[in-house]
C-alpha cells in the first residue's frame, strides 16, 4: 500500500494519505507534508519535540495535529519524519514527533486548511486522508 498520492489542484497543495489504522495514516499524511516541503537536512542528528492536541472530533484532531507540526517544523527549522504515540484517541493526541533540523526549505507550507478536508474508513478497512495545504 502507497503511504500518499499528490492529488492535482491549481494553487494549493492536495494530499490524500493511508493508512491501515488511524495512527498510520496520520503519519503518513505527516510524511507527505514533510516531504512536499523539499528540506534540505542540516544535520543528521535526531531532535523529538513534544506534541499534545485536543480536539472535537477526528478531522478536527488531524488538521491540529498538522497545524503544530507545521508551527514546529517552521519556528525550529525542523522537518519531522517519525511520530510515536503515546495517546491516540479520536479527540487528542500526545507523543513525541521525531525529526531533523534543516538549512532550508524548498516549497513554504502556509497552513493546514479545512478545504476539501475528508477522514474516512473505505470498506476495504484501509483509512484514507485528504487534505488541502495552503501554499
Do not use: C
Not at 99 to 114: D, L
Request: hydrophobic share 40%.
Amino acid at each position: 500500500m502507497r503511504k500518499y498520492e499528490i492529488l492535482e489542484h491549481k494553487a494549493d497543495l492536495k494530499i490524500r494519505a493511508f493508512g491501515k489504522g488511524k495512527e498510520e495514516v496520520f503519519l503518513n499524511m505527516l510524511l507527505a507534508m514533510t516531504e512536499s516541503q523539499r528540506p534540505e537536512i542540516k544535520e543528521k542528528e535526531k531532535i523529538t519535540r513534544k506534541v499534545n492536541v485536543k480536539a472535537t472530533d477526528l478531522s478536527a484532531l488531524l488538521v491540529g495535529f498538522l497545524s503544530e507540526a507545521l508551527y514546529l517544523s517552521q519556528t525550529n527549522r525542523e522537518v519531522y519524519s517519525e511520530v510515536t504515540f503515546k495517546k491516540f484517541s479520536d479527540t487528542e493526541i500526545e507523543g513525541e514527533l521525531t525529526g531533523q533540523r534543516v538549512e532550508r526549505f524548498g516549497e513554504e507550507i502556509k497552513a493546514v486548511t479545512w478545504h476539501s478536508l475528508d477522514i474516512l474508513q473505505k470498506e476495504d478497512g484501509v483509512w484514507q486522508a485528504t487534505v488541502l495545504f495552503d501554499v
